[in-house]
């Protein structure tokens, strides 16, 4: 039923066999509070003719006294709600996704509420209001990354004729601060936003208690109920932890790296996920001492001969990789900013224990979604119990069908910013537009900000051959030195490009995969030609810059299959 009651015009109209007329004092009463019964409504749509109410409800009220009524509507997924509602649109979650969902509502003038509130991580850090991407994720990372490429373009400078003092220092504080500034302006624009288009936002920890309820809660333990027409989660994921000893006592994750308030000293990465291999890149970057420890392979889920090739690169650049082990226990050893842990690990093959010291322990092990503590058992909607991911159907519709969920919480869908972003936007279109385009979640392009870049788009090379089989598919690849790299003379044919394409349908590009410098500005371009349905015989076709990394994408003629070399020479 619609959160508004609304008004219909007087018509006249006779009363009829079956028809219950009542008189003012009587009926709109009686009326009102047996239909409200009957229905488990409290909004009912009555016809009134000249202050008396016209309705047929014999039907009804036998229904309803078989029990029939009620359980129809409850298999449709109606429940009693209230007569009216305070919003139109609760948003759970002020990330990304929830923020851009919210401010397309406003634009259709409805009336909307967004709740996001930042649990502190064990070791206290929390954040403003934007979510992982802009507080604890892509932003900072991308600007952390951008410090350890001009670490290396000072280095790479010399050669182009710069001359300064031999020694050159980074300053953690420095960077952090500047970061963390940045970011402290992206908050405030992101309320003033809200505000300018009279969007509602509390810094509060939003919980279903109810059909169309929610129970928020500020840090202050002052709790507010409120309701509305439909809601949509989307609260994303936080780091998961090892569940070991000392783990959460004295290890950090990415959510208080990019504001630790001292320079991490050596550090150890646990994990082989993008985040683990991004922030180990950077750590490095700017001069650290950083050792990864991997349990099995590296980028799961990611084009496994590029991460392979991401993996040799970090450790022919000084980064240290311990394989096949997992830490079992935790250990401070000196107090400090940073101080000194002790780690205690087990091969996953054996039983064979190693120990080491580090400055400071970064967990990056994967991420859990933030589905299991907001009350959705209330309300009936269905989670994976493994994972704590929502299952939506092809519109983000939960099985409750007012509750909708977008972004990293959704199963089996890509966790990426932008896609959260794009299924929000679409699904507010759709809800109050009219709009009928749902979010595309095939050949959304990626970027892994590793030292050597990667831009995806697309399946991988494994998921190629299982989905189309290897004899319907050709790889054509190449390496490449970037014309930036000659003049220091570092890192030949390190660099790589791959396209996948389906022989079965003209050789279409199903995949595509770059390693090297602004890997992301490379594929943004290539991910609109895919979404076009781009062919090898068009990329052939196409007439490259010269000399840009891309440009080897109009050249490719190696195939996999032919096992011929593919280091280039010359330019």
Same mark, same amino acid.
């Given at each position: 039923?619609?959160?508004?009651?609304?008004?219909?015009?007087?018509?006249?109209?006779?009363?009829?066999?079956?028809?219950?007329?009542?008189?003012?004092?009587?009926?709109?009463?009686?009326?009102?509070?047996?239909?409200?019964? $009957?229905?488990?409504?409290?909004?009912?749509?009555?016809?009134?003719?000249?202050?008396?109410?016209?309705?047929? %409800?014999?039907?009804?009220?036998?229904?309803?006294?078989?029990?029939?009524?009620?359980?129809?509507?409850?298999?449709?997924? *109606?429940?009693?709600?209230? =007569?009216?509602?305070?919003?139109?649109?609760?948003?759970?979650?002020?990330?990304?996704?929830?923020?851009?969902?919210?401010?397309?509502?406003?634009?259709?003038? /409805?009336?909307?509420?967004?709740?996001?509130?930042v649990t502190p991580t064990p070791l206290g850090t929390s954040w403003g209001?934007?979510?992982?991407?802009?507080?604890?994720?892509?932003?900072?990372?991308?600007?952390? =990354?951008?410090?350890?490429?001009?670490?290396?373009?000072?280095?790479?400078?010399?050669?182009?004729?710069?001359?300064?003092?031999?020694?050159?220092? =980074?300053?953690?504080?420095?960077?952090?601060?500047? &970061?963390?500034?940045?970011?402290?302006?992206?908050?405030?624009?992101?309320? $003033?936003? +809200?505000?300018?288009?009279?969007?509602?936002?509390?810094?509060?920890?939003?919980?279903?208690?109810?059909? =169309?309820? $929610?129970?928020?809660?500020?840090?202050?333990?002052?709790?507010?109920?409120?309701?509305?027409?439909?809601?949509?989660?989307?609260?994303?994921?936080?780091?998961?932890?090892?569940?070991?000893?000392?783990?959460?006592?004295?290890?950090?994750?990415?959510? %208080?790296?990019?504001?630790?308030?001292?320079?991490?000293?050596?550090?150890?990465?646990?994990?082989?996920?993008?985040?683990?291999?991004?922030?180990?890149?950077?750590?490095?970057?700017?001069?650290? %001492?950083?050792?990864?420890?991997?349990?099995?392979?590296?980028?799961?889920?990611?084009?496994?001969?590029?991460?392979?090739?991401?993996?040799?690169?970090?450790?022919?650049?000084?980064?240290?990789?311990i394989r096949e082990f997992v830490p079992i226990k935790v250990e401070q050893?000196?107090?400090?900013?940073?101080?000194?842990?002790?780690?205690?690990?087990?091969?996953?093959?054996?039983?064979?224990?190693?120990?080491?010291?580090y400055n400071t322990v970064l967990l990056a092990i994967g991420r859990d979604?933030?589905?299991? /503590?907001?009350?959705?058992?209330?309300?009936? &909607?269905?989670?994976?119990?493994?994972?704590?991911?929502?299952?939506?159907?092809?519109?983000?519709?939960?099985?409750?069908?007012?509750?909708?969920?977008?972004?990293?919480?959704?199963? %089996?869908?890509?966790? +990426?910013?932008?896609?959260?972003?794009?299924?929000?936007?679409?699904?507010?279109?759709? +809800?109050?537009?009219?709009?009928?385009?749902?979010?595309?979640?095939?050949? &959304?392009?990626?970027?892994?900000?590793?030292?050597?870049?990667?831009?995806?788009?697309?399946?991988?090379?494994?998921?190629?051959?299982? /989905?189309?089989?290897?004899?319907?598919?050709?790889?054509? *690849?190449?390496?490449?030195?970037?014309?930036?790299?000659?003049?220091?003379?570092?890192?030949?044919?390190?660099?790589?490009?791959?396209?996948?394409?389906?022989?079965?349908?003209?050789?279409?590009?199903?995949?595509? *995969?770059?390693?090297?410098?602004?890997?992301?500005?490379?594929?943004?371009?290539?991910?609109?030609?895919?979404?076009?349905?781009?062919?090898?015989?068009?990329?052939?076709?196409?007439?490259?810059?010269?000399?840009?990394?891309?440009?080897?994408?109009?050249?490719?003629?190696?195939?996999?299959?032919?096992?011929?070399?593919?280091?280039?020479?010359?330019?």
């Amino acid at each position: 039923m619609g959160s508004v009651l609304r008004k219909s015009k007087a018509v006249q109209q006779a009363p009829g066999p079956g028809t219950v007329r009542r008189g003012p004092a009587e009926g709109a009463q009686k009326l009102q509070e047996g239909q409200c019964r $009957v229905t488990a409504e409290s909004s009912q749509p009555f016809g009134f003719v000249q202050e008396e109410q016209i309705e047929e %409800d014999e039907k009804t009220l036998k229904a309803h006294k078989e029990g029939s009524l009620r359980k129809q509507r409850e298999m449709n997924g *109606h429940t009693a709600v209230p =007569h009216s509602y305070d919003y139109d649109l609760i948003v759970i979650g002020g990330g990304s996704g929830g923020l851009a969902a919210a401010k397309e509502a406003a634009k259709y003038e /409805k009336k909307v509420m967004v709740l996001d509130f930042v649990t502190p991580t064990p070791l206290g850090t929390s954040w403003g209001l934007g979510g992982t991407c802009v507080n604890v994720g892509c932003i900072p990372k991308k600007l952390m =990354h951008q410090a350890a490429l001009l670490g290396q373009a000072l280095q790479d400078s010399r050669k182009f004729g710069w001359q300064f003092p031999e020694e050159v220092k =980074h300053n953690w504080m420095t960077m952090t601060e500047s &970061v963390q500034n940045y970011i402290g302006s992206l908050n405030w624009g992101y309320r $003033v936003a +809200l505000r300018e288009k009279k969007v509602t936002y509390e810094n509060a920890y939003g919980e279903f208690v109810g059909p =169309h309820t $929610v129970k928020a809660t500020n840090k202050r333990g002052v709790e507010k109920l409120y309701t509305a027409e439909r809601f949509l989660i989307a609260t994303g994921e936080r780091p998961r932890y090892l569940g070991i000893p000392g783990d959460k006592e004295y290890c950090i994750s990415s959510d %208080d790296l990019f504001s630790l308030p001292y320079c991490p000293g050596k550090t150890l990465v646990v994990g082989a996920s993008y985040v683990a291999l991004e922030c180990a890149g950077f750590l490095a970057g700017v001069g650290l %001492d950083v050792t990864i420890m991997v349990r099995s392979i590296l980028l799961r889920g990611f084009d496994q001969d590029i991460a392979n090739k991401i993996g040799e690169y970090m450790e022919e650049h000084g980064i240290n990789f311990i394989r096949e082990f997992v830490p079992i226990k935790v250990e401070q050893i000196k107090e400090g900013t940073p101080g000194i842990l002790k780690v205690t690990s087990k091969s996953t093959k054996g039983n064979e224990i190693i120990e080491g010291e580090y400055n400071t322990v970064l967990l990056a092990i994967g991420r859990d979604a933030c589905t299991r /503590k907001i009350g959705l058992d209330k309300v009936g &909607v269905i989670i994976n119990e493994k994972t704590g991911k929502i299952p939506v159907n092809d519109k983000e519709q939960t099985n409750v069908p007012y509750i909708y969920a977008i972004g990293d919480i959704l199963q %089996d869908k890509l966790e +990426l910013t932008p896609v959260a972003i794009q299924a929000g936007r679409l699904l507010v279109r759709r +809800l109050y537009a009219g709009a009928t385009t749902k979010c595309d979640y095939v050949n &959304v392009p990626t970027t892994v900000f590793t030292p050597l870049e990667y831009g995806a788009c697309g399946y991988s090379e494994e998921a190629a051959v299982e /989905k189309f089989g290897e004899e319907n598919i050709e790889v054509y *690849h190449s390496h490449f030195w970037p014309l930036e790299w000659t003049v220091p003379s570092r890192d030949n044919n390190k660099c790589y490009a791959k396209i996948i394409c389906n022989i079965q349908d003209s050789e279409r590009v199903i995949g595509f *995969h770059v390693l090297g410098p602004n890997a992301g500005e490379v594929t943004q371009g290539f991910a609109a030609a895919m979404k076009c349905g781009i062919t090898k015989e068009q990329l052939d076709s196409t007439i490259g810059i010269h000399p840009v990394c891309a440009e080897i994408f109009t050249t490719l003629t190696v195939t996999k299959r032919s096992g011929e070399n593919t280091l280039l020479s010359g330019c």
